[in-house]
Every structure is written in structure tokens, then in C-alpha cells.
């Protein structure tokens, strides 16, 4: 009787394992792709806001650079984004160390204040930041921009020099999500290739 009985708990608990193990996989299954899903949601969100804004890039003057910084997860350009004048605005995206995605935009002004209509303009008051997105996981050996000519070959290879700025004619957004590893889940990558129609109009009319 005694031997009956422990048989029939052993063999209760090795059901039991089974079946909690099976409610453990599906949970954690369940859990992981919501988590997938949560991270597709921010990487649209953060792609369609970086990209759209990266393509109002412009040059400020005639022989300079649209763009002030270009490095992997840092880009600063000048930009016709919400204008306080008729002169560009100063724009920045970078990854900062929370990873979250952030812009700030700076108007051109002039000393004192006032909206600046012809350069050379100042960027150091009415800045403004945006909060573009997180858990963007980009480093320098995961670039979330990669720089290209007029061809679409990658220029240099991390920070661009000064000289290697104006070949800019288009920029690749590789962006890397991860909210958590917790369930196994991978890291969501989007990307996309940013033409950049101020600056070819403005080099094609010199």
C-alpha cells in the first residue's frame, strides 16, 4: 500500500513538473514576443522621427557643410526645422548614456536675442529637446548612422573629419533596439537610407 502510494506521488510530481514547465515556456514565450513588439513600436517611432528630420538638412551659406558633427551615434546639422527666421536651425541627435534617443533643436539668433536672417548666426539660446525614443543600443561598432557619397559609398570610418563633411550626400539610419534580454528576445534593427535634397540642390547649383 505504502509502495502504491509513493508511486502514485512520483508520479503525480513528474506530471506536474511537465505541465509547469509548459505554462513556464508558453508565459515566457507570451512575454517575449510582447516584448518584441514593444521594441518594433519604438524603433518605427524613433526611425520615422530621425529620418524625417535628418532629411531637411541644409547648408547654411554657400560653402559650408550642412553638417557640424557626423560620428557614429552622434550627428549635428544645420537644418530647416522649425525656423525662427529665415535661417537654419541647429540640430543634434544623439544617443545619450540612459540609452535613449534625443534631439534638440536650436534657433539661429542673433547677439540679444532676436531671429537671425543672414549668416553667419548664433546657436546658444531657445534650445529645445525632444525625446525621441529608448533602449537604443547602438555603439561605435554598431553605428546607428553611417555616412555616404554621392555614389552611396561609406565615408571614413567613425567621426568624419572636417574635409569629409561636405561629401555627405546621403546618410544610412541603422537603428538597434533592445528593451530587455530577459526572455531571450533579439535586439530589433531597422534601417533606412536618408537622401538628402537640400544639400544635392545646393551643390548642384553651386
Given at each position: 500500500?505504502?509502495?502504491?502510494?509513493?508511486?502514485?506521488?512520483?508520479?503525480?510530481?513528474?506530471?506536474?513538473?511537465?505541465?509547469?514547465?509548459?505554462?513556464?515556456?508558453?508565459?515566457?514565450?507570451?512575454?517575449?514576443?510582447?516584448?518584441?513588439?514593444?521594441?518594433?513600436?519604438?524603433?518605427?517611432?524613433?526611425?520615422?522621427?530621425?529620418?524625417?528630420?535628418?532629411?531637411?538638412?541644409?547648408?547654411p551659406q554657400s560653402g559650408t557643410s550642412a553638417f557640424v558633427n557626423a560620428a557614429p551615434t552622434d550627428?549635428?546639422?544645420?537644418?530647416?526645422?522649425?525656423?525662427?527666421?529665415?535661417?537654419?536651425?541647429?540640430?543634434?541627435?544623439?544617443?545619450?548614456?540612459?540609452?535613449?534617443?534625443?534631439?534638440?533643436?536650436?534657433?539661429?539668433?542673433?547677439?540679444?536675442?532676436?531671429?537671425?536672417?543672414?549668416?553667419?548666426?548664433?546657436?546658444?539660446?531657445?534650445?529645445?529637446?525632444?525625446?525621441?525614443?529608448?533602449?537604443?543600443?547602438?555603439?561605435?561598432?554598431?553605428?546607428?548612422?553611417?555616412?555616404?557619397?554621392?555614389?552611396?559609398?561609406?565615408?571614413?570610418?567613425?567621426?568624419?573629419?572636417?574635409?569629409?563633411?561636405?561629401?555627405?550626400?546621403?546618410?544610412?539610419?541603422?537603428?538597434?533596439?533592445?528593451?530587455?534580454?530577459?526572455?531571450?528576445?533579439?535586439?530589433?534593427?531597422?534601417?533606412?537610407?536618408?537622401?538628402?535634397?537640400?544639400?544635392?540642390?545646393?551643390?548642384?547649383?553651386?
Open positions: 500500500m505504502i509502495f502504491e502510494m509513493t508511486l502514485t506521488i512520483l508520479i503525480l510530481s513528474i506530471v506536474m513538473a511537465v505541465v509547469y514547465a509548459g505554462i513556464a515556456s508558453m508565459t515566457n514565450t507570451a512575454a517575449g514576443t510582447n516584448v518584441r513588439l514593444q521594441n518594433l513600436d519604438e524603433a518605427r517611432i524613433m526611425m520615422a522621427t530621425v529620418t524625417k528630420d535628418i532629411r531637411t538638412a541644409t547648408s550627428l549635428q546639422f544645420y537644418a530647416n526645422l522649425n525656423n525662427v527666421g529665415s535661417a537654419a536651425s541647429l540640430v543634434h541627435v544623439y544617443i545619450d548614456a540612459s540609452t535613449q534617443l534625443v534631439e534638440t533643436v536650436t534657433p539661429a539668433t542673433v547677439a540679444g536675442g532676436g531671429s537671425c536672417a543672414t549668416w553667419p548666426c548664433l546657436y546658444n539660446t531657445g534650445m529645445k529637446t525632444r525625446f525621441v525614443g529608448r533602449y537604443a543600443v547602438n555603439t561605435a561598432a554598431n553605428p546607428l548612422f553611417t555616412y555616404l557619397d554621392v555614389n552611396r559609398n561609406p565615408i571614413g570610418n567613425g567621426t568624419l573629419t572636417a574635409a569629409q563633411l561636405d561629401s555627405v550626400r546621403w546618410v544610412q539610419v541603422s537603428l538597434s533596439v533592445s528593451k530587455t534580454q530577459k526572455y531571450n528576445t533579439a535586439v530589433m534593427s531597422m534601417e533606412n537610407t536618408v537622401g538628402l535634397p537640400n544639400v544635392a540642390y545646393q551643390q548642384n547649383t553651386g
